[in-house]
């Protein structure tokens, strides 16, 4: 009996031990996130953005299931260069899939971290370039065949827009998301008097991007109305569908839908 109880109270003393234990454990888990949450610094977004925006993305999907309102397009960003206080300025291009050597939109984005007054994480400004037709297809190019960073820096024209992001909520798929102000930037093309843009980077690598033009009546002019383009990463063989309907440029008749839903021209 006496050795039965002091294995008893033995084995209380070892579960309270264990609590105890995994309590401490649970608090400095808690306590390391933090610190770790803590250190992530306003660079450390700003670059996690631009890495993000990079590469080669497509609209497929969206084109193959709602062909009435997307096109399947191309986004390519890559680095251009970087600025004196550390702005990250990236080569932005939108091509058709069959014709990627025509652009019909070209930017530079700069990327840097928001105002420490403003309660966002990250500046994505939009720039045209001066001359648009010296930067076609550059992320294509070798390095020694591009305009250098000092060209870069003098070939940044008038900011066309403006999106503030912040880190996504718990239980969301997207990384970051922001706009531009309620009121938008200036924008003359196809009868609109102000333009809006609303921007997510996700998880998985898309970019989902939603252009939109308005007159002075607040009437969209251009840019799609069912949302945005999601634009998903490269797959590893651009020809496995090379024949599809999708991948072929867009005849005349298309051409003339576009200007309602989506920019060609917009600079």
């Known amino acids: 009996m006496g050795s039965g109880e002091e294995d008893t109270g033995g084995g209380g003393g070892g ?6 234990l995994k309590a401490l454990v649970v608090v400095g888990g808690v306590l390391l996130l933090r610190r770790l949450r803590r250190s992530t610094t306003r660079w450390d977004h700003a670059r996690a953005v631009a890495d993000a925006l990079s590469g080669e993305k497509f609209s497929r999907e969206q084109a193959r299931k709602d062909p009435d309102n997307y096109f399947n397009l191309r986004m390519l960003t890559c680095p251009a260069t970087e600025m004196v206080d550390g702005s990250r300025v990236l080569y932005f291009e939108q091509a058709f899939w069959r014709t990627p050597e025509k652009p019909f939109r070209q930017r530079f984005y700069m990327v840097k971290p928001c105002p420490k007054e403003m309660k966002c994480d990250v500046e994505l400004s939009s720039y045209a370039i001066r001359d648009a037709e010296e ?11 591009r305009p250098q960073p000092e060209e870069v820096i003098a070939d940044i024209a008038e900011r066309l827009t403006t999106i503030h992001l912040s880190q996504c909520g718990r239980g969301k798929r997207c990384l970051y998301e922001g706009s531009t102000p309620p009121e938008g930037f200036p924008n003359n093309w196809s009868g609109a008097s102000y333009c809006t843009s609303d921007l997510s980077i996700h998880k998985n690598g898309e970019v989902h991007i939603w252009d939109k033009g308005f007159n002075d009546e607040g009437n969209q002019v251009w840019g799609t109305k069912a949302g945005p383009y ?3 990463p490269a797959p590893k063989s651009k020809y496995d569908d090379m024949f599809s309907p999708l991948n072929f440029s867009a005849p005349l ?6 200007d309602k839903a989506y920019v060609i021209d917009d600079q």
């Open 15 to 20: 579960a309270v031990r264990g609590a105890v």
């Open 135 to 145: 930067y076609k297809n550059f992320c294509d190019r070798p390095k020694d065949q």
């Open 230 to 232: 999601e634009f998903k």
């Open 253 to 258: 008749s298309l051409e003339k839908k576009l």
